[in-house]
């Protein structure tokens, strides 16, 4: 999916080509290249142990097992049982098996057993299986 | 549900409205409306029935509407048809797809329930 990005254009970076599926990457290249096709998308992998700070925008779907915290816009999130996602979401769907907190922007929410979810959250569908902790102010859309 | 005449238990009827303050020990079942406070063991909110006001229980279970101020001692479901708007104090929470939940979420560190 990022392969694109190396088309046309950037040639300068050319010597760079074998970028892996699974980086993370922002620019306006990546942006466009994942608009368009968002199911045949692989998910990108935040794994366990690594720390990402920043913003992240994508068409397709996001899996984190270590740290995310900042502004993330993306298809579908999912947050292993490990992960922790702090800042500004917005997603189509997400799925919390881990903590996730700040302001979070939906359609269909769906929080495990031993999930946290704190801070503001704004759905439209919303799934808590027993045991799911969930603190602060739901709105619905 | 409270079927048989139980003791100390209230069974609210469809289309059944009551005002007022209500102290129920055992089972309370709701399919009417209440106005007012409402103190139980276990409320059970059917699907036509709707609570406004300030509902306190150990267990919660809503197919209908609650209103206002919620307080589940030990758990809290929603089932798909359910709809909680307002400020709900809970121990334990279960929301099925297509529930309803708007409001200020408080989880209580009440861990003195088993599971």
Redesign the interface.
Known sequence: MFGKKTDGENSEFSSEEPISNEAVEENENFESATQSSSTSLKPSIISEGFEFTGDMKSGGSITVDGTFKGNLSVQTLLIGAGGYVDGTVTADSINVKGRLSGTVSCRDVVIGGRATVDGALSYS????????????????K | MADNNQNGCLTVGEGVKLTGNFVVPDIASISGTIEGELTAREILVGSTGVLKGKVTADVVDVRGEIHDNLTANK?LFIRSTGKVVGTVQYT????????????????SANGNSAS
């Open positions: 569908s919303i799934t808590i299986q027993r045991g799911g902790t969930i603190k602060g102010d739901l709105k619905r | 758990s334990e929470i279960e929301i099925e797809k297509g529930g309803d939940l708007q409001g200020n979420l408080l989880k």
